[in-house]
C-alpha cells in the first residue's frame, strides 16, 4: 500500500522534530556545568606562557612536571579551538519551535524536560506546561 503525501510530510515533519529535540539536549549536555571554575583558551595560554617561564629556572623534577603539564593543556588548547562554537540561542528558538509538538506526539512530560535541564523559562516559551502530567497520556 503506497503511502499518501500527507503521511510522508508528517513522517518528515517528526523526523525534523526529533532532530531538533536530539540537538538541542545534546548541546545542553554538553555545556552542562562541570565542578570547578572553567577553563577558556585565553586562560590556558596564559598557563603555558607562565610554564615556559617556570621551566627556565625550575629543577629537573619540576622541569618534568610542569612539561607534562604543558603536553595536557596543549591538548586541551587543541580540542577547544577543533571543536565548534554552539550557538546556544539558535538551538534554544529551534526547540521553542517544536518542543511542544514533540511532547504531544511523545508523551514527554514537563517534568521529563526538567530532568533533562531544560529551563523552565524555555519550556514555557514553547508552551509546554506543568499541568500535563504521566496520567492524562493513558
Known amino acids: 500500500m503506497a503511502m499518501t503525501p500527507e503521511h510522508k510530510d508528517a513522517l518528515a ?28 583558551t ?5 598557563r603555558l606562557e607562565s ?8 629543577s629537573p623534577l619540576i622541569q ?6 604543558r603536553i595536557e593543556l596543549q591538548a586541551e588548547l587543541d580540542h577547544l579551538e577543533a571543536v565548534p562554537q554552539i550557538d546556544m540561542a539558535t538551538l534554544e528558538a529551534d526547540f521553542v519551535e517544536c518542543a511542544n509538538e514533540y511532547s504531544e506526539s511523545k508523551g514527554i512530560s514537563y517534568a521529563a ?3 533533562m535541564n531544560v ?19 493513558v
Not at 585565553?42 to 596564559?46: L, P, Q
Request: glycine share 4%.
Open 119 to 137: 529551563e523552565a523559562k524555555v519550556l514555557a516559551a514553547a508552551g509546554v506546561r506543568r499541568t500535563r502530567r504521566a496520567s492524562n497520556l
Open 42 to 46: 585565553e586562560s590556558i595560554r596564559s
Open 13 to 40: 515533519r517528526g523526523r525534523e522534530v526529533a532532530t531538533v529535540v536530539k540537538t538541542y539536549l545534546s548541546a545542553l549536555e554538553a555545556n552542562a556545568p562541570r565542578r570547578g571554575r572553567r577553563r577558556t
Open 113 to 115: 524536560w526538567r530532568e
Open 64 to 69: 618534568l612536571q610542569l612539561v607534562q603539564e
Open 51 to 58: 610554564i615556559a617561564a617556570e621551566l627556565v629556572k625550575a
